[in-house]
Every structure is written in structure tokens, then in C-alpha cells.
């Protein structure tokens, strides 16, 4: 038989590879076909995720203080740019950092991506160009700047929550973003998405109990009392103390890349601000009364190789009061050895010291409360004074809480109400009781112990006018590395006010101040100011209606200007009264005599003259109207409507004093400043 040719071969390879091809080809049609229409799929669409609108944050009146806004972000391949003047104009228009311009354009390079996000207009013109592509993203604009940037956080570049509550409610808020294919032509540009696709879910509203207005107003006291003092920062944080609501949280570093919010990661040792709580368990207890005394031996006590000294002049013999208000360390040591270590440690965590508060704010520190058995022979006296302990100041306003509402210590909440895109309310706060801490008649006289404080004590600066203002200072050396700093102090002060029906608790904190560092003189007065400008301000949670029934009468001047007018004016009415009872006797003397036989006689009665005094009309206080913006005749005339009168003087810088929201008696002359 004829072997085939080299032709036949050739030709027979060629008919099974044919066969082979379309064996191949039908297997794929019949069996895979899935396979391959998925592939063609994935070539002719792009996924590409459609971002949500994460949630608006809002302050306790429904004001915004971060919402979302849709951005663009391009990205630039070079080789692909037809058009490279245009591009460049464009870019240039959208404000694009030039250097990233000049890579744009540089063909060596395959891909760039331009930093930042645009809004969609802005770039509008460049991403209509041949080889720029753009992404949606989500950005976030906050209403407001500084400190209450502590609080809500900050969201990253990429999307992801960074701090605050972003951070803390970040699976709330960032709601559900959806997924969307793009189909893409041939050379891979994007055609019109299809119409099936999903639209994302946007996150919840959260509500804070943050009031915007007094935020800002303790944000400018804190960062104005920072910056005059030389202090390495601070911090303020007010409560009310019936709901346990935090309507402010400023915090204020030196360094301005702080971002933190100290006000619930940096504990510190509190000082004599602890000293109220123990006097306040004391009483509890029953192991000592406000009266009660004892001898703080002229300031000095030496325990255990240690001497305790007082930093002001007082008497030796002090009573329980007198001894807060004073702010005596003997004092308080030797009325504190009445309890026993374990009572001491029990005062410490039932006022909520060593455990978190569970605010809904991340990074929160629970502070330090060792347990007695780490204790040396020192402590027993130390956290009594407030040292060997350390407590946010969220913990302190929290347990000043307890004083200021009756007994009862609550848990702090800085959210009001979460909200569902479609308004359905998921979470609405509700006070909420920890425990008691003490009775309400207990709470009741450590009121008034801290009252005297600020009335004649160590905290006279926190003062009102018109309203009582109670509280304590505390002045601490500060610690570092297990050693105490000489010269450098942690100065505060814990305020209520106004101090019979409490509205406020308000924590003012100053770390390491340079010009003064005594907690009752300098966090005292940041204090005032804080009150005052919250008293003249139209919204700063406050109940007025309430606080008119607080109002007092104007307290003495005890200045010693004051004292020298107050004793001129009493020696002048007793110099008149003298004056009228010795003309009187001279003008008996000169009379007829009387007739003193029983049967003849008849009662006289003998009027003696003295100083007609007018009985002052009861005039109830009212507010100084605000009236700021307001032309200069509207201003008098509104100043005169509300009963006062009014004095011009020519300080522009001081537009009214007192200050608008201050409660005065009608007819009191306010001033009014004017411009040169």
C-alpha cells in the first residue's frame, strides 16, 4: 500500500483540528454557556458603589452642625487626554494644586490621581473630557469650628469615621451605600447606568444635647482663659443636672494638633473639689454634723512622716462647714478619720470614680480608684484631699450632679434621639438613675456649704450679682511619671447654679497655668464669665421663669471702699438720732411740771422725734433686655421700656453692662457704650 503524501498529512491535520475546534465550540455553547455570558457581562459593566449620605448631626434645637454634601474626586490618565489644553484650563479653574496639573499632563506616567474632593460642577468641564474619570464620595461640612470639632469627630478622606461621635455611632450614621453597574463602550468609557439600579439608603439624624450657643460661648471663655493665662489647655463641661444632658464639652490644648476630646480621655487628680463628697458621706453616715468642730492646729498636721499644711489663714477651731469653706486639708483629714478605709474606698465608687460613664463618645477613660489594698499608710489622708485619685471631668460634673438634683447620681447622655431616614425615632434618651448617693436633706446642706464657699470663701470670683452661684476650687499639683511637679498646678472649679434650684453643673479645668493658679481665683472666674455671658445670651438652656424666683437681693459691698461707706453711712444716722433724742431731753427739761398726785394726775405720753424713714416699695427684678444690632434710639428706648435707666458712655468695647440677661430692680441705671 502507498504510504500518503506530505500533501494528504497536511490536510488531515487540518480536518481534525477542525473538528477539534468545532467539538470544542459546541461543548462551550451547549455546557458553559453561563460561564461565558458572566464573562461578557463583567467586560461590558463596571460595578461601581454609589456612596449613602451619611446621617446629619444636629445640636438639641434641631441646628445642624455636620451634614453631608456629594463631592467628586478625578483621576487623570495622560496617555488617554486628547484635549490637553482644555484639561489643563479646567483643571486650573477647579483650583487643582499645579503641580498636579503638570502630572495630568505628563504622558510617561499611566495614571493620577488628584488629591482632594471636588464639588460635581466645579470639575463638571474636566470630567467631560477624553481620559478623566471621576468617583462620587460623600464629604462632611461642619456648621461650626473649634471645640465642638472634639465632639462630633471627623470623618477621613476615604469615608471612614476617625473620632468623636462619627466615630462612636459611625454604623448609624453611614448608612447603606449601593451598588450600581456602569456599562462601558467598546473602548471602555461609560454609558448611561441601567435603570433597575438602587438607591442608597442614607444614615439616621443623631440629636445631641449639645446647646450650640452655650458650646460656643464656653469654647471662646476657654480659649481666651488658655491663651491669657499661659496654660497648657483646659477644659469645660456643663450639665444639667436633672436629666444629666451635657449641654457644652470644650477642650482646649496648647498644641493646636490636639483633636481629642480631654474632657473624657485625660483624667487628672481633682484636688479639693473631692472634699464635698466627703463631708457629704460624713453626714450620711452620721458620724458628724455641719457644726460640729475640730482643731485643725493652725494648719500644720504631721501623720505618718508626713506634714499636711492649709493653704489659707483661718481659725484653729473649724467646724465641718467652715472647713469647706476654707478649703482646710487638716480639716477635712481629721473629720475624714472617722471612716474607715473601706468607707473611704466606697465614697470614691459609689460618686461613679474608677468606672466609665458610658457617654457615647470613644477613647473614654474610667480614671484611677486603687483598691484599699494598694493603698500605703498616706493614702487614707491623700484621697480625701483629692490626690492619689484620678477622674475625668465628665466624672466630677457628673457627681457635682448628684449634690445639685438631690441625692441621686445619674448616667450622662450627649445623645438626645437617633432617627431613621424615614423619621421613625430608634433611640430617645431617658433619665436614667445609677444610684443614690445620699438623701435629699444631706445634698440639701452641702448646697449650702458650697453656697458659703463662693458667698466668703476661696471662690468669691464665681460670684453673681444678683444670683447665689455654689461651688468649690480646687487647686493640685500635677503628676507626671509618678512624680509630683513643683510650681505646676491643676486649677478648677465645680459650679452650681443658681444654688437652690440648680439648672446648671458647670466644671471649669486649667492645667498648668502661668499667671495665677488658684482654682478659686482663676477657674472661678472663667466661671463667672461663663454664667454672665449665659445669662445675656437669647438661647442657652436655661429656664428663666425658674430663675427669676432665685434672684436676691443685692449682697453688701465688701470691698474695702465698700466697708468705709457702709460704716461712714451708719455712724452719720447714728450722729442724727443722737442729735434729735438730746434736743428732745433739753425740751423736757424746760417744761411745766407735772401735777404727781395720784388722784389729780393723767398718763402722758411724751413723742420723742427721730428720723422719718420711707418704707421702699417691693420692686421685683426683671432681665436687661438684649439689644445688640439695634440702632442706638431703639436700644434706649427698649432699655427704657423694661424700667431702667440709661447711661451713655463712650467704650464701644463694652456695649452693655451689665451685661443683657442680668436680673436688676427696676429703675437701676444700665450703660450703654457708644463709639468715639
Not at 390 to 407: D, E, F, H, K, W
Amino acid at each position: 500500500m502507498k504510504a500518503p503524501g506530505r500533501l494528504t498529512i497536511v490536510h488531515g491535520v487540518l480536518v481534525v483540528f477542525a473538528l477539534a475546534l468545532i467539538a470544542k465550540a459546541g461543548y462551550e455553547q451547549l455546557f458553559r454557556s453561563d460561564y461565558w455570558s458572566k464573562i461578557g457581562q463583567r467586560q461590558h459593566y463596571v460595578s461601581s458603589g454609589l456612596p449613602a449620605p451619611r446621617g446629619q448631626i444636629l445640636d438639641a434645637a434641631g441646628r445642624p452642625l455636620v451634614e453631608s454634601r456629594e463631592m467628586v474626586r478625578i483621576s487623570v490618565a495622560p496617555r488617554q487626554v486628547r484635549n490637553r489644553a482644555a484639561l489643563a484650563r479646567d483643571l486650573k479653574l477647579a483650583s487643582v494644586d499645579p503641580r498636579f496639573v503638570s502630572m495630568s499632563l505628563d504622558t510617561m506616567r499611566k495614571w493620577v490621581d488628584v488629591p482632594g474632593a471636588f464639588l460635581p460642577n466645579a470639575v463638571a468641564p474636566a470630567i467631560a473630557l477624553r481620559g478623566v474619570y471621576s468617583k462620587p464620595v460623600m464629604d462632611r461640612v461642619y456648621a461650626t469650628s473649634g471645640g465642638i470639632r472634639r465632639i462630633v469627630g471627623r470623618v477621613g478622606p476615604d469615608g471612614k469615621a476617625l473620632d468623636g461621635i462619627e466615630l462612636a455611632l459611625d454604623s448609624l450614621l453611614r448608612g447603606d451605600t449601593a451598588t450600581v453597574r456602569v456599562a462601558r463602550d467598546k473602548s471602555g468609557r461609560p454609558l448611561a447606568a441601567p435603570d433597575d439600579a438602587d438607591d442608597p439608603t442614607p444614615g439616621s439624624t443623631v440629636v445631641l444635647t449639645i446647646n450650640r450657643e452655650l458650646q460656643e460661648i464656653c469654647d471662646r471663655a476657654l480659649a481666651v482663659a488658655v491663651d491669657s493665662l499661659h496654660a497648657d489647655g483646659g477644659d469645660i463641661v456643663v450639665m444639667n443636672p436633672n436629666t444629666g444632658d451635657i449641654l457644652a464639652m470644650a477642650s482646649n490644648r496648647a498644641d493646636p494638633s490636639a483633636v481629642a476630646n480631654t474632657a473624657v480621655t485625660e483624667p487628672y487628680e481633682p484636688g479639693s473639689t473631692m472634699k464635698p463628697f466627703v463631708a457629704a458621706r460624713l453626714l450620711q453616715l452620721g458620724r458628724a454634723t455641719p457644726d460640729q468642730t475640730v482643731d485643725t492646729y493652725g494648719g500644720h498636721l504631721t501623720i505618718n512622716g508626713r506634714t499636711i499644711t492649709d493653704a489659707d489663714e483661718h481659725p484653729s477651731i473649724l467646724s465641718l462647714t467652715d472647713v469647706i469653706k476654707h478649703s482646710s486639708n487638716v480639716g477635712i483629714v481629721r473629720f475624714a478619720d472617722r471612716m474607715s478605709v473601706r468607707e473611704k474606698f466606697e465614697m470614691l465608687r459609689d460618686m461613679g470614680f474608677g468606672t466609665q460613664t458610658t457617654v457615647a463618645l470613644p477613647a473614654e477613660s474610667p480614671g484611677v480608684v486603687r483598691d484599699p489594698s494598694g493603698w500605703t499608710p498616706q493614702s487614707a489622708a491623700s484621697v480625701v484631699m483629692g490626690y492619689e485619685v484620678s477622674v475625668t471631668p465628665l466624672q466630677m460634673v457628673t457627681a457635682y450632679s448628684a449634690i445639685a438634683n438631690g441625692g441621686e447620681l445619674l448616667v450622662p447622655h450627649i445623645v438626645k434621639e437617633i432617627r431613621a431616614a424615614d423619621g421613625t425615632v430608634r433611640y430617645a434618651a431617658q433619665r436614667q438613675v445609677v444610684r443614690r448617693v445620699m438623701t435629699p436633706e444631706v445634698a440639701t446642706e452641702v448646697r449650702t456649704m458650697l453656697r458659703d464657699v463662693v458667698a466668703g470663701g476661696t471662690s468669691t470670683k464665681a460670684d453673681l450679682a444678683t444670683l447665689d452661684v455654689a461651688g468649690k476650687s480646687g487647686t493640685a499639683l500635677r503628676n507626671a511619671h509618678g512624680r509630683y511637679i513643683a510650681g505646676s498646678y491643676t486649677a478648677s472649679f465645680v459650679g452650681l447654679f443658681p444654688d437652690d434650684k440648680p439648672q446648671f453643673v458647670i466644671l471649669v479645668k486649667l492645667d498648668n497655668p502661668q499667671m495665677g493658679f488658684y482654682g478659686g481665683i482663676v477657674a472661678g472666674g472663667v466661671t463667672n464669665v461663663v454664667l454672665r455671658a449665659a445669662l445675656a445670651a437669647r438661647d442657652a438652656a436655661l429656664n428663666r421663669g425658674e430663675l427669676a424666683s432665685s434672684v436676691h437681693a443685692p449682697r453688701p459691698d465688701t470691698t474695702p471702699a465698700g466697708k468705709a461707706a457702709e460704716r461712714a453711712r451708719l455712724a452719720s444716722e447714728r450722729r442724727i438720732d443722737s442729735a434729735d433724742v438730746a434736743d428732745s431731753l433739753r425740751e423736757l427739761a424746760h417744761a411745766p411740771p407735772v401735777d404727781s398726785d395720784p388722784r389729780t394726775s393723767e398718763s402722758y405720753v411724751v413723742t420723742l422725734p427721730s428720723k422719718t424713714r420711707a418704707i421702699p416699695p417691693v420692686v421685683s427684678p426683671r432681665a436687661v433686655p438684649d439689644v445688640a444690632g439695634l440702632p442706638l434710639r431703639s436700644a434706649v428706648r427698649a432699655l427704657h421700656a423694661a424700667g431702667f435707666r440709661v447711661q451713655l458712655v463712650q467704650d464701644a468695647a463694652l456695649p452693655l453692662v451689665p451685661v443683657a440677661g442680668t436680673m436688676l430692680e427696676a429703675g437701676r441705671v444700665v450703660k450703654l457704650g457708644i463709639a468715639h
